[in-house]
């Protein structure tokens, strides 16, 4: 699947746009802990000492910011999804 990472969580993954093979019935949570898996500095970055996507930063699941859609974090992803990963952004 490929998954778009913005802003600082470029500089981590490497680029734009990734391919991250995910298994059949991964849920929005299960996807959080396969990308800091794979990319262990963006650990830090996406989650609080319990394990849980700080509130700042963003997976959008089809332009839908994962927490409000049906199912929260366990909605499942499917194949055709378009996943988008953004951190805090400030400015002023």
């Not at 600082?8 to 959080?32: A, Y």
């Not at 990319?39 to 927490?67: I, Q």
């Amino acid at each position: 699947m490929k998954v778009n990472f913005f802003a600082t969580l470029r500089q981590i993954v490497g680029q734009k746009t990734v391919e991250i093979d995910l298994p059949e019935n991964t849920s929005v949570q299960d996807f959080v802990e396969i990308v800091v898996t794979q990319y262990p500095p963006m650990r830090k970055e996406l989650l609080d000492k319990n394990g849980k996507l700080y509130r700042h930063v963003h997976v959008f699941v089809n332009g839908r910011d994962a927490p409000f859609l049906e199912n929260g974090m366990e909605t499942i992803i499917q194949p055709t999804d378009v996943l988008n990963v953004f951190p805090a952004v400030g400015g002023g």
